[in-house]
């Protein structure tokens, strides 16, 4: 077998293993960073385009391999609803069919890959436990942008945020009420990098701007998939795909406002005050213009 037919084979397995091994990854955010781990940290190869020293770890072309083995019956998707202590939303928990786990056994009958194997179980069952906030403060803390490159990326940072609030404002109306979140959360976090330099820790900052910077991603993704595959004016009737991308971006903002707000740099969403975002002349016409509706 040529190299690059093995590194075919290689990237067609490390999904499958990382779930099997797993035996059900709970969150499209856990499986992404515990391939990423898989890569990285067990050694396996890298076949998946991550970015893991600006943008964080997140690789599209995974989230679309992992469609299209749930399109083959390899895959199963289940969704769960997460009560308001965990922020609400929707979380996505993947496990192999029995087709799957014999596309697996195929793929695994090469020595090659039974070697891979054996490095990939050692990382993922070292990780697949932790709570996902402390694996996601774990990837950011230590695949990171070096120091002298935090300014670079802050200052990259706000302008990328620009571009983003400007696209999502221009389809606000057609994916209301999701781009209403998507703004609030842009804004939020806008508004709290400019903070950023208060803290005494520069890890802390490294972390959010790690996280901000993994939002974004997940942010253009969520506008590309549905740009693609297009949505109603719910929530509730989003294609399975954007689905899992704006799974993924609650997850993210689940543990960027939980890490920021304990650093008392940021006050969560849901308990903003009208005076938290808004000026003194902005709530009178407000409300004035309440008055006139009422």
């Not at 609400?88 to 596309?103: A, Q, W």
């Not at 490294?206 to 991603?217: E, K, P, S, T, Y």
């Amino acid at each position: 077998m040529s190299d690059s037919s093995e590194r075919e084979v290689a990237k067609l397995w490390l999904p499958l293993a990382v779930v099997n091994i797993a035996g059900v990854v709970e969150g499209s955010t856990r499986l992404q960073k515990l391939v990423f781990l898989g890569e990285f940290e067990g050694k396996v190869g890298e076949y998946f385009t991550f970015t893991p020293h600006h943008h964080g770890p997140y690789s599209s072309d995974l989230a679309q391999q992992i469609s299209f083995y749930k399109a083959l019956g390899f895959v199963t998707e289940s969704q769960y609803l997460l009560s308001a202590d965990y922020g609400g939303g929707y979380r996505h928990d993947y496990k192999l069919t029995p087709e799957g786990i014999e596309e697996l056994q195929a793929l695994e009958e090469t020595k090659a890959i039974r070697k891979l194997r054996e490095r990939l179980e050692s990382t993922i069952r070292n990780y697949m436990q932790l709570p996902l906030n402390d694996l996601l403060e774990y990837v950011y803390s230590e695949y990171l942008p070096g120091k002298d490159k935090l300014e670079e990326t802050q200052s990259s940072l706000e302008s990328h945020y620009r571009q983003l609030n400007n696209d999502w404002q221009e389809r606000e109306d057609s994916f209301y009420p999701l781009s209403w979140f998507v703004l609030a959360v842009l804004e939020q976090i806008t508004v709290t990098s400019t903070q950023l330099d208060a803290l005494e820790n520069d890890l802390d900052r490294q972390v959010l701007l790690n996280a901000a910077c993994d939002i974004a991603g997940a942010a253009m993704d969520l506008l590309q998939v549905l740009d693609k595959y297009s949505c109603d004016d719910t929530t509730r009737n989003l294609h399975p795909v954007c689905r899992a991308v704006r799974s993924q971006l609650l997850d993210l903002h689940r543990f960027y406002e939980d890490y920021a707000s304990k650093r008392g740099i940021l006050k969560p969403l849901s308990k903003l005050k009208l005076e938290d975002v808004t000026t003194e002349e902005e709530r009178t016409r407000i409300i004035s213009e309440l008055r006139q509706l009422l």
